[in-house]
């Protein structure tokens, strides 16, 4: 049971991180921007859906590691997706480079911010319950 | 409601607040395009030199910051860009050099609000 939903936790990790971070940067810059996905779509479901399973079935303080690897690995496909947030679109005969590293870098810092803080409140509480 | 909550949510705020300057932009873009007007003019100096007259109008609400206009290797600062503001450069050219300028050697660059930087350049 806690392997499904751990599961399911991996593929909402997943759809933020891969189908709905990317449609927000293609959005809020209004262009057809080009991103460069690291790796094809299946195997960064397999990998987050893998570490959403390892993070809910494993001990205390190893889930509670494997949940924060699983944002630090969703920060890093933004990075790379984007280029570091150097996103360019060809439009109307015209060349587009618009520099949203600030974006990516405020995406990848809270992810990993909240992955520390969220491994550091979870373990304690989950080694009292075993 | 549990610590990592509370800095996700203010996280995704921060995002949304970030975004907001660039949102307002590209919306404003696909409403007007030609939200930034640029006009060139070419008239002579003298029989070695030409000056190339840029003027830039922006009708958006975001103000655009750091504006250059880059011809070939050289940068000329146009500044900053508000609300129905038009700017004119004078950029003074060799005729040779002007005569083999291609679309590509020139660009625009400024930022969104100072904080998201921008180039258009000519794809030719």
Partial sequence: MRGAIGAVMGSV?????VVALPVMFQSVAGLPVELRPPVDPSTALALFMALGVAESVAPAAVGAAFGLLLKVVGALYIYCATNG???SAAIAGYCITIDLSLLVYAIAIGSIIVGVVDAFT??????LKT | MRPSTVLAL?????IVALSFPLLVFAVEYARNPALLGVRVNVAPINQSHVA????LSYVGTIPLTDVQLVVG???TTVGDLHEGVAKTVTIPLNVDEARNLRPSDVSLRFKIMGI?????????
């Fill in chain 1, 13 to 17: 990790y997943y759809v933020l991180y």
């Fill in chain 1, 85 to 87: 947030g150097a996103v």
């Fill in chain 1, 122 to 127: 979870q373990a304690p509480r989950e080694a």
């Fill in chain 2, 10 to 14: 203010a996280t995704g705020f921060a």
């Fill in chain 2, 52 to 55: 190339l007259d840029v003027t």
């Fill in chain 2, 73 to 75: 290797n050289r940068s």
């Fill in chain 2, 116 to 124: 998201y930087g921008v180039e258009v350049r000519a794809a030719g």
